[in-house]
């Protein structure tokens, strides 16, 4: 029984390794194409030109992805971060 589960545990693991393999050649196949692609063709495919993409389309991406600006969360102070932590009192 023990010797099944390991025979089920390697396959596992060889499989696991050979979908790793596949997604890193895939990804190295599509480095090497994007790497191949001339100026021009890459403007097109990004709705863009060496001037800068158009007001229009400016307004349609913000439509879509909305204004590129970055937002922070509250501040909290490290003594009210520890203060609320469950961890913060000690028992003896």
Do not use: C, W
């Not at 937002?71 to 000690?90: E, G, M």
């Amino acid at each position: 029984m023990l010797k099944m589960r390991e025979r089920v545990s390697n396959r596992m693991a060889a499989n696991e390794t050979a979908e790793k393999i596949e997604r890193k050649m895939h990804g190295n196949e599509r480095l090497r194409s994007e790497a191949k692609n001339t100026r021009v063709p890459v403007m097109h495919q990004l709705n863009t030109t060496p001037n800068g993409s158009s007001k229009e389309t400016d307004e349609k991406n913000r439509t879509t992805y909305g204004d590129n600006s970055v937002t922070q969360a509250d501040k909290k102070y490290l003594f009210k971060r520890i203060a609320a932590s469950p961890y913060s009192f000690v028992q003896t």
